[in-house]
Nanobody, 115 residues
Framework: QVQLVESGGGLVQPGGSLRLSCALS????????MGWHRQATGKQRELVAT???????KYADSVKGRFTISRDNAKNTVYLQMNGLRVEDTAVYYC?????????WGNGTLVTVSP
């Protein structure tokens, strides 16, 4: 059973930084793509960033230049470095891992950006 566990969320002031981590119980090499999505209260879940097993990255326009996704295959972990946080980045952040046939979600970690 594959499990994804997010950590690193919390309360931060605008302009601050956080680093989210997503630990995978299985081998990250089995995942074609890992990613982060987020869902703000009253809004649909949206893609934040993805990274393939080859290291290709993709970002939502709203986070380009501020967020960086990376993966450490040795630690079976994916990270999301978030800099220049804004109030509108407040959301629950979910980790997603996908093989060619399955998708796995974590339970989420809350990020609150507030003065």
């Amino acid at each position: 059973q594959v499990q994804l566990v997010e950590s690193g969320g919390g309360l931060v002031q605008p302009g601050g930084s956080l680093r989210l981590s997503c630990a995978l119980s299985g081998s990250i090499s089995s995942m074609y793509m890992m990613g982060w999505h987020r869902q703000a209260t009253g809004k649909q879940r949206e893609l934040v960033a993805t990274i393939t097993d080859g290291g290709r990255t993709k970002y939502a326009d709203s986070v380009k230049g501020r967020f960086t996704i990376s993966r450490d295959n040795a630690k079976n972990t994916v990270y999301l470095q978030m800099n220049g946080l804004r109030v509108e980045d407040t959301a629950v952040y979910y980790c997603l891992g996908t093989t060619y046939t399955m998708a796995y979600w974590g339970n989420g970690t809350l990020v609150t950006v507030s003065p």
